[in-house]
């Protein structure tokens, strides 16, 4: 079935550094692909997404290229700030209409001041 | 639009008790999901309802699992004889239903059984 596989965490970061969370999927078919954040004591939230082959989805200065080719969909951010703290979760649905989403298990980052 | 709220936000039960989760989605969302996500890993996919109609049921589901969306409008997660594994964290999203349209989640439900 279809699975999605992030970069094992905790991140910590200092204020001002640059960003990377690799994901990779596995899917049949051409599934849409999203980036979801949970602040602490919040519900998931949307951050960015992209729905087919070199799309790129961006938000809140993060971004995000849909790569068929390596299967992948990476977060980046040029600057982080302590607000970014957060665990990020990358999924995908698989485009057949239910919209149901497969998650990554989460990377877990931390920003310090 | 005041997002998807879960009721309760925390439950403590005895291993064998019943209990009984809520979900109010947006009101005008027709599409309601149910995810479940254990420490360290992330949401995985139990259930979804278009209206009133449950279409999809995960094998994660078991017998003791049962959903319902009466009048297509909020929903009930009911898990009978809990058992230690149920321990978790429940949460309810909601959509328009459209591929790609946005997702909203819920806080969640979180689960202890003892």
């Known amino acids: 079935g279809d699975s999605v596989t992030q970069m094992e965490g905790p991140v910590t970061l200092s204020e001002e550094a640059f960003l990377t969370i690799n994901c990779t999927y596995t899917a049949t078919g051409y599934p849409s692909l999203f980036w979801y954040v949970q602040y602490p004591g919040e519900g998931l939230q949307l951050l960015l997404k992209a729905t087919k082959a070199d799309d790129k989805g961006s938000n809140k200065g993060f971004e995000a290229t849909y790569r068929k080719e390596t299967t992948s969909f990476h977060l980046e951010k040029g600057s982080v700030q302590v607000s970014d703290s957060a665990v990020y979760f990358c999924a995908l649905s698989d485009g057949q209409g239910a919209q149901k989403l497969v998650f990554g298990q989460g990377t877990r980052l931390t920003i310090n001041p | 639009d005041t997002g998807v709220s879960q009721d309760p936000r925390h439950k403590i039960t005895k291993r064998g008790q019943n209990v009984t989760f809520r979900c109010d989605p947006i009101s005008e969302h027709n599409r309601l999901y149910w995810y479940r996500q254990t420490l360290g890993q992330g949401p995985e996919f139990l259930t979804y309802f278009q209206n009133e109609a449950q279409l999809e049921k995960s094998r994660l589901l078991s017998d003791r699992f049962s959903a319902e969306r009466p009048k297509g409008s909020f929903s009930t997660l009911e898990i009978q004889r809990t058992e230690q594994g149920d321990s978790a964290m429940y949460l309810c999203?909601?959509?328009?239903?459209?591929?790609?349209?946005?997702?909203?989640f819920g806080s969640g439900t979180q689960l202890s059984v003892l």
């Open positions: 999203a909601s959509s328009s239903g459209t591929e790609g349209k946005k997702m909203f």
